[in-house]
């Protein structure tokens, strides 16, 4: 900050001795009084800003008070200049971790939640004002939503666990107390486990913490083939495709047959769920075809299948979400 010197002050008969105090006063002020966006950039205005203070000192100045005032005031507007730009990087980096949080609570809560439809409404709002109008009314209206987000997560949990005790019970029943897999859980066709074991896989991978998905696979045209070439043909289909899946995934992957012409897989990535679906469709996309021989006759029959892949929040949720999406598909298509 520059200081006003007492020898101008002694000078008081100089006919300009008036107008360097008025713009002494006028660059000390600026000097003093300028936001401090950025520690390194303010300090370099009070370098500058004390520069032309000096030189205003200088008996006689090296430059006309009015021509230092201007200098003063430019130095200002660059630093007002950087001070905005400075702003409007930080709402961008705002925006941008607020769409970090909205893809983090869509996959955990679900893209169809209330939290997940508010936080979305938010970061839309805040792209399309291009600045923080006011943070005490984000905070407010993020303070909301993850307690709802709280509150959806908690309820999902209560219906996991009634859900999970439900089908302990269904499942305790039906057990021998010597046998720990009852032989009437396996699908006759594909040898694979079914619905209520799933449920419980998928109850075990939530409770285990990793990023879970699950992956729901209709086969069509099962009923046509039936009606056609016989049962024994729709069962080679998905006898054929169950083993092209499984081919296709990792280790630790599990896979169940479902009611109907159906598989479910649930899978471990540590993806989000848009790459984990590309993964999906071109597993889904390579050419699968059975052979069928049988009464003297071979037929070479194409398999394609409907699919769709959801995080794993809620066993309850994903129960839903699968049994809506094969009634979409099969409409009417059985094995």
């Known amino acids: 900050m520059a200081i006003i010197s007492l020898k101008r002050f002694l000078n008081a008969n100089s006919e300009q001795a008036p107008l360097r105090q008025v713009v002494s006063l006028l660059i000390a002020g600026i000097g003093s009084s300028a936001v401090e966006g950025d520690a390194d950039e303010c300090a370099a205005l009070k370098v500058d800003i004390g520069k032309i203070g000096e030189a205003l000192d200088a008996d006689p100045p090296p430059g006309n008070p009015l021509f230092l005032a201007e200098s003063a005031l430019h ?74 987000l709280r509150e959806e997560t908690l309820q999902q949990k209560a219906d996991a666990a009634v859900t999970m005790q439900k089908l302990q019970t269904t499942i305790e029943r039906g057990k021998s107390a010597s046998v720990s897999r009852a032989p009437s859980r396996f699908d006759p066709v594909t040898g694979l486990l079914g619905r209520d074991d799933a449920l419980i896989a998928m109850q075990a991978a939530i409770d285990g913490g990793a990023r879970q998905y699950a992956v729901a696979m ?6 046509m083939i039936n009606a056609r070439f016989g049962h024994e043909v729709g069962d080679r289909m998905l006898i054929g495709f ?81 049994g809506a999406f094969i009634a979409s598909q099969t409409a009417g298509d059985s094995a």
């Open 218 to 223: 209709v086969v069509y045209r099962v009923q």
């Open 75 to 148: 130095a200002l507007t660059v630093h007002n200049k950087r001070i905005e730009s400075l702003l409007a990087s930080q709402g961008s980096e705002v925006t941008h971790i607020l769409g970090m949080l909205q893809d983090t609570v869509i996959n955990i809560a679900g893209e169809n939640t209330r939290s997940g439809k508010r936080l979305r409404e938010i970061t839309v709002e805040l792209e399309q004002s291009g600045a923080l109008t006011d943070l005490r009314v984000l905070k407010g209206r993020l303070t909301e939503c993850l307690k709802g």
């Open 242 to 322: 169950k083993e092209h899946i499984e081919k296709q995934l990792a280790a630790p992957d599990q896979i169940f047959r479902w009611p109907g012409p159906a598989l479910v897989a649930i899978i471990e990535r540590p993806e989000a769920i848009g790459n984990v679906r590309v993964q999906v469709k071109r597993m889904l996309d390579s050419k699968i075809e059975v052979m069928y021989t049988g009464d003297g006759r071979s037929v070479l029959i194409p398999i394609s299948a409907g699919w769709s892949a959801l995080p794993l929040v809620s066993t309850a949720d994903a129960d839903k979400q699968i």
